[in-house]
Each structure stands twice: as C-alpha cells, then as structure tokens.
Nanobody, 129 residues
Framework: QVQLAESGGGSVQTGGSLRLSCAPS????????MGWFRQAPGKQREVVAR???????TYAASVKDRFTISHDDTENTLYLQMNSLKPEDSATYYC???????????????????????WGQGTQVAVSL
C-alpha cells in the first residue's frame, strides 16, 4: 500500500512563500500522475496543480504564475512552491497520486479527482493579512 507523506504547511503573511513536499512510501509503477488539491472550510476540494512523468504540468487559474509544481525523479518527491500567497489560498492541501506502467501525454491533465488512488492526510496552510 502506498502512503503519501506531506510536509511544509504553516502560517505566513500575505505575500509570503511556502513549499510543500510529498513523498510516497513506495512507487509501484514507474509512470505517474501526481497533484496537489486543497480544501478550505465549507468549500469543495479543488485541484491546484498536476504533474506527470512526462513533465507536463497544469494549474488552476487562481494559482497560475504564483505556484510551481515539480517532481524530483531521483528522490521520488513531489513539491509545490507557493509564492505571493493570499488569504484565499488558506486551506488544507492534499497530495494525490496514481502510478501506472504507461501514461499518455494528455491523461494526467484530463484525469478526474476520483481517479487518484493515493492521498495524503493533508497539511494546513494559513495566510493572514
């Protein structure tokens, strides 16, 4: 069973930066689609960014040009660099992943949230004025 361990959340002021990390306990297949999701109190969970083993990235419009998703293939660790943080970015952030033997170049961007098999427990991000 794959477990995802997240770290890096915390409290910052508006305009600050944080970097989230997510490391799987094991990697059952070599190809992946991984993403960051977030859920604010009283709101639905939403996708923030995704990346696949081709290196293709996609972002929610609300975070584009402020957040950067990346994956270190040597360490098998997923990152989310968050800059210019705003109060509306406050949420619990979740790492999610699926691992397969083959992945097309368009699969990750189109895959549904429910397709992600593995989820982290979440890390809190709080941005104050």
């Amino acid at each position: 069973q794959v477990q995802l361990a997240e770290s890096g959340g915390g409290s910052v002021q508006t305009g600050g930066s944080l970097r989230l990390s997510c490391a799987p306990s094991t990697v059952p297949y070599p190809k992946y689609c991984m993403g960051w999701f977030r859920q604010a109190p009283g709101k639905q969970r939403e996708v923030v960014a995704r990346i696949d083993s081709h290196g293709t990235t996609t972002y929610a419009a609300s975070v584009k040009d402020r957040f950067t998703i990346s994956h270190d293939d040597t360490e098998n660790t997923l990152y989310l660099q968050m800059n210019s943080l705003k109060p509306e970015d406050s949420a619990t952030y979740y790492c999610a992943a699926l691992f397969v033997g083959y992945i097309s170049e368009t699969y990750c961007a189109q895959t549904r949230e429910t397709t992600f098999r593995y989820w982290g427990q979440g890390t809190q991000v709080a941005v104050s004025l």
